[in-house]
């Protein structure tokens, strides 16, 4: 029994010598790290677009503001609308961003001067969640009441592109 036991210990002593020499070092094999790159990041694209548009005369009551078509491969999150009316002519009766889908995300108007003491502007400062892809144009979107005098609107768009492709 003494030299079985006496055997099997050296044969454990061997393999432990042995396994010493031909072992990989796994401390010296680093995990491999993971490229990750945050595509979505707000700050990475940003988005600012503004417009002057002055609406032809005629008896149209619709003001239309198309900005730029998205590019391709990109999306475009539109997260704030700023617009500012002048028109002396009568009132704002809506105003709001329109969509791919032809809906129309409305925005309450803050008259500036209801007085009537210069031409009234009509305002707009709304924080909004609108997706637009590639090719596709935002819209600012006005109807008045009506058509006696040429509206001017200076619109902004803010947000960020998404890059697609990646």
Known sequence: MKNTLA???RALALFAVAGTF???PTMAQA???TVVKNVDEKGRSPYMQSLAHACPGG???ICDVVFPAVPAGKRLVVERVN????FAGGGVRIAGLLTPLNTLFY???HLTDPRGESDPVFLVNESTLAFFDGG???IVHVVLNNRSDTPFINSTLSGYL????Q
Do not use: H, R
């Open 136 to 138: 596709q144009s935002p």
């Open 107 to 109: 925005f309450p108007l």
């Open 59 to 61: 008896g149209n009551i």
């Open 162 to 165: 998404v890059d697609l492709e």
């Open 31 to 33: 995990p491999k790290a």
């Open 83 to 86: 617009a500012s009316i002048v």
């Open 22 to 24: 031909t072992a990989f």
């Open 7 to 9: 055997a099997l210990g």
